[in-house]
């Protein structure tokens, strides 16, 4: 199976909002309520932001959401802040596999 | 407080084999889904392999590039999970992790450094 898409850049202004996309197919993000998100500052442990495709894990500001429509979940960061400069990959079930995305960069201009 | 901690890497020449292991404490390895992933040098994250929890069939599963060549195992009384990975080859360099999704959280290792090189 071929890693999810997602756009390899996304940017905005501090105090704007951006939304990462990641799509793959029925088999993986529409067939399942097992998306994750995570967040990577260059040389650094990826971070959870979002868990089953809308959960939080305690600790991370509700400025990160989560949602699915059909075969595409989405990311959105509401009042970018410059810390939200970093590289980020969504996770999805796929059954037998696991896929993640090829990540985004998302500058803060 | 969960804690993963691989260790294991190394510098090895292509062909050759290493065994990874990734050490958990703070949850019990058998009641978690727990994955190794890696990430080549400047590139975004690849997902090796996991194995399920012991509720959910204890199921071990590996990405295509790998199948064959690496293998997931699990060790209960040691409370550790273990890479095999045979017959490497250069696309294999990166830095490998193991993570686990659980209690409505996420916890990666530190990391672990694997080069294959002659």
């Known amino acids: 199976q071929s890693a999810l898409t997602q756009p390899p850049s996304a940017s905005g202004s501090p105090g704007q909002s951006v939304t990462i996309s990641c799509t793959g197919t029925s088999g993986d993000v529409g067939g399942y309520n097992y998306v994750s998100w995570y967040q990577q500052h260059p040389g650094?442990?990826?971070?959870?932001?979002?868990?089953?495709?809308?959960?939080?894990?305690?600790?991370?500001?509700?400025?990160?959401s989560g949602s699915k429509s059909g075969n595409t979940a989405s990311l959105t960061v509401s009042g970018l802040q410059a810390e939200d400069e970093a590289d980020y990959y969504c996770l999805s079930y796929a059954g037998i596999n696991t896929l993640f995305g090829g990540g985004t960069k998302l500058t803060v201009l | 407080e969960v804690q993963l901690v691989e260790s294991g890497g190394g510098l090895v020449k292509p062909g050759g084999s290493l065994r990874l292991s990734c050490a958990a404490s703070g949850l019990t390895v058998s009641k978690a889904w727990i994955h190794w992933v890696r990430q080549a040098p400047g590139k975004g994250l690849e997902w090796v392999g996991r194995v399920k929890s012991e509720t959910s069939g204890g199921t071990i599963s590996h990405a295509a590039p790998v199948q064959g060549r690496f293998t997931i195992s699990r060790d209960d009384s040691a409370n550790t999970l273990y890479l095999q990975m045979n017959s490497l080859k250069t696309e294999d360099t990166g830095v490998y992790y193991c993570f686990t999704e659980y209690g409505n959280d996420g916890y990666w290792g530190q990391g672990t450094l694997v080069t294959v090189s002659s």
């Open chain 1, 44 to 64: 650094k442990v990826p971070k959870l932001l979002i868990y089953e495709v809308v959960k939080r894990p305690s600790g991370v500001p509700d400025r990160f």
